[in-house]
């Protein structure tokens, strides 16, 4: 039994590691800014953080803001947006330095996109890891539930938008195509990571992912044969004219080093079923 402090403990990942680790008999400290402002990792300096770290046997560094292809593409160029991600990091780096905890830090795939001001705080943070001999985990849209609208991802999204519209309007054409991997998944990989801290190194690429790319239309289509199977819903799916701004349609590929030690478990159609489902009890009276 570890006692693991984990930082954005309400985002979309840490709110089912958090979960995840506590079914596994671990005590989880949660630190996330919607606990109230002593959790705000961008006031330097904060004590509350300071006691969290130091306190604990390991820490998950997932706190960021960032959101899915809407948030990016209305914050990721602003000066708030920058500067959260600049402060957070330097305060919580500062503090697994000096009180020299092992940790992992959530980056993304998009670490090496340079044209992206999210990539180049990303990979920022991955220098800080490998100077503290941290471990970088890479993740590829995970999905799960979310709480937060404005920051929600493709897949909530969608089903969202079915549910209160019957029209799922995109971004985008939808002909692009993304690694999608289950929150759960996601949860059993990153205690896999903890429990195998000594065998790994900073510079070893930890993907995350399921290894399968999926195109974001497919992804529409997926949801709306869900609600075709609950019959209540007449859903319509209505692409942008516009590609991929973001990603700029560019796509990396996954490195697989982490299958020695852990494989996903959920395929695109079955974490996605067991989204809407949890979602459909927020629409539809039981």
Same mark, same amino acid.
């Given at each position: 039994m570890k006692k693991i402090t984990i930082l954005g403990s309400s985002g979309q990942i840490g709110a089912y590691l958090t979960d995840h680790l506590r079914e596994k008999g671990h005590i989880v400290e949660e630190f996330d800014i919607v606990n109230g402002p002593s959790q705000d990792m961008t006031v330097i300096p904060n004590q509350y953080l300071e006691i969290k770290i130091r306190d604990s046997d390991f820490v998950f560094f997932l706190a960021f803001d960032v959101g899915g292809s809407r948030y990016l593409k209305k914050y990721q160029h602003t000066f708030d947006f920058i500067n959260n991600n600049t402060r957070l990091m330097a305060n919580a780096f500062g503090l697994l330095e000096k009180h020299k905890k092992p940790f992992v830090f959530a980056s993304s795939q998009m670490s090496n996109m340079t044209y992206s001001p999210y990539g180049v705080l990303k990979n920022v943070g991955e220098l800080y890891t490998k100077s503290l001999e941290g471990l970088i985990v890479k993740f590829w849209n995970v999905y799960g539930i979310e709480k937060d609208h404005e920051k929600a991802h493709a897949i909530t999204d969608f089903i969202r938008k079915g549910f209160e519209t019957g029209v799922i309007d995109m971004l985008t054409d939808g002909q692009e195509e993304r690694d999608f991997l289950y929150a759960e998944d996601c949860c059993e990989a990153l205690e896999t990571i903890m429990?195998? @801290?000594?065998?790994?190194? $900073?510079?070893?690429?930890?993907? +995350?992912? $399921?290894?399968? @790319?999926?195109?974001?239309?497919?992804? !529409?289509?997926?949801? %709306?044969?869900?609600?075709?199977?609950?019959? %209540? @819903?007449? +859903? %319509?799916? +209505?692409? $942008?004219?516009?590609?991929?701004?973001?990603?700029?349609? %560019?796509?990396?590929? !996954?490195n697989t080093f982490i299958t020695k030690w852990w494989l996903p478990k959920t395929t695109i159609d079955q974490g996605i079923s067991k989204v809407f489902k949890d979602m459909e009890k927020n629409y539809v009276s039981v």
């Amino acid at each position: 039994m570890k006692k693991i402090t984990i930082l954005g403990s309400s985002g979309q990942i840490g709110a089912y590691l958090t979960d995840h680790l506590r079914e596994k008999g671990h005590i989880v400290e949660e630190f996330d800014i919607v606990n109230g402002p002593s959790q705000d990792m961008t006031v330097i300096p904060n004590q509350y953080l300071e006691i969290k770290i130091r306190d604990s046997d390991f820490v998950f560094f997932l706190a960021f803001d960032v959101g899915g292809s809407r948030y990016l593409k209305k914050y990721q160029h602003t000066f708030d947006f920058i500067n959260n991600n600049t402060r957070l990091m330097a305060n919580a780096f500062g503090l697994l330095e000096k009180h020299k905890k092992p940790f992992v830090f959530a980056s993304s795939q998009m670490s090496n996109m340079t044209y992206s001001p999210y990539g180049v705080l990303k990979n920022v943070g991955e220098l800080y890891t490998k100077s503290l001999e941290g471990l970088i985990v890479k993740f590829w849209n995970v999905y799960g539930i979310e709480k937060d609208h404005e920051k929600a991802h493709a897949i909530t999204d969608f089903i969202r938008k079915g549910f209160e519209t019957g029209v799922i309007d995109m971004l985008t054409d939808g002909q692009e195509e993304r690694d999608f991997l289950y929150a759960e998944d996601c949860c059993e990989a990153l205690e896999t990571i903890m429990n195998n @801290y000594k065998e790994f190194r $900073s510079d070893d690429d930890l993907h +995350v992912t $399921s290894f399968r @790319y999926t195109k974001i239309i497919d992804i !529409a289509e997926i949801i %709306k044969g869900q609600f075709n199977l609950i019959g %209540k @819903y007449d +859903v %319509k799916i +209505v692409p $942008s004219k516009e590609t991929d701004n973001i990603q700029l349609n %560019k796509k990396n590929q !996954a490195n697989t080093f982490i299958t020695k030690w852990w494989l996903p478990k959920t395929t695109i159609d079955q974490g996605i079923s067991k989204v809407f489902k949890d979602m459909e009890k927020n629409y539809v009276s039981v």
